[in-house]
């Protein structure tokens, strides 16, 4: 177990006694995670701080279950996709994700000409990234942004493994195919 696993189990037990203290902590850890993953799904900045404290909201009531979850970060993908998918329902309408900026992947000087090159290959990788089916754009930003291993999103989505790694094969010969190798060099 790793030792932020052992921080999380810890955090956990200590949320299940009640311990506000510590379901603050574990609210600034998993904040920006369960924020960046909801963004996948919603597009409305004020309905991903919706589905966030929803979570949370989840997360606080059925404290006293915390401690007997096997795979806590699933479970909170799980509740965050939820969520998401009650709110979309609600609204009767798919939103379009947004990908974060590429400059955090790219290391270089920064000259205004660099700038503008960066800034075009930016939005050539997002509108690829945003051509892709549905669920394809989700399981590869899940696993590109997030870091998700296949075995998580698979559980995180109901979905075999196999077909989280044919939807990434499929991802990646899309965007090779729009972008060519730069896609490589990106990712």
Same mark, same amino acid.
């Given at each position: 177990? /790793? /030792?932020?696993?052992?921080?999380?189990?810890?955090?956990?037990?200590?949320?299940?006694?009640?311990?506000?203290? #510590?379901?603050?902590?574990?609210? $600034?850890? @998993? %904040?920006?995670?369960?924020?960046?993953?909801?963004?996948? *799904?919603?597009?409305?900045?004020?309905?991903?701080?919706?589905?966030?404290?929803?979570?949370?909201?989840?997360?606080?009531?059925?404290?006293?279950?915390?401690?007997?979850? $096997?795979?806590?970060?699933? @479970?909170? %993908? /799980?509740?965050?996709?939820?969520?998401?998918? @009650? @709110?979309?329902? =609600?609204?009767?309408?798919?939103?379009?994700?947004?990908? !974060?900026?590429?400059?955090?992947?790219?290391?270089?000087?920064?000259?205004?000409?660099?700038?503008?090159?960066?800034?075009? *290959?930016?939005?050539?990788?997002?509108?690829?990234?945003?051509?892709?089916? !549905?669920?394809?754009?989700?399981?590869?930003? =899940?696993?590109? !942004?997030?870091?998700?291993? %296949?075995?998580? +999103?698979?559980?995180?989505? #109901? +979905?075999?493994?196999?077909?989280?790694?044919?939807? =990434?094969? *499929?991802?990646?010969?899309?965007?090779?195919?729009?972008?060519?190798?730069?896609?490589?060099?990106?990712?």
């Amino acid at each position: 177990m /790793t /030792t932020k696993e052992t921080d999380t189990t810890i955090l956990l037990e200590r949320i299940a006694a009640g311990d506000h203290d #510590s379901f603050r902590l574990f609210y $600034d850890r @998993y %904040y920006l995670q369960v924020y960046r993953f909801a963004s996948y *799904l919603v597009d409305s900045p004020l309905l991903i701080e919706e589905i966030v404290s929803d979570v949370f909201c989840i997360i606080w009531e059925n404290r006293k279950k915390l401690a007997t979850i $096997d795979h806590f970060e699933a @479970y909170l %993908y /799980t509740i965050t996709k939820n969520k998401a998918l @009650y @709110y979309l329902r =609600m609204e009767n309408k798919v939103f379009l994700t947004e990908l !974060e900026s590429v400059y955090e992947q790219l290391s270089h000087e920064e000259t205004p000409e660099q700038l503008a090159v960066d800034e075009e *290959l930016s939005l050539s990788l997002k509108e690829a990234i945003d051509e892709l089916p !549905e669920r394809c754009r989700l399981i590869f930003l =899940m696993a590109r !942004e997030e870091g998700l291993k %296949y075995r998580e +999103i698979a559980t995180i989505l #109901s +979905i075999s493994e196999k077909t989280v790694n044919a939807q =990434m094969v *499929l991802a990646i010969k899309k965007l090779t195919k729009r972008l060519g190798n730069i896609v490589l060099f990106i990712f």
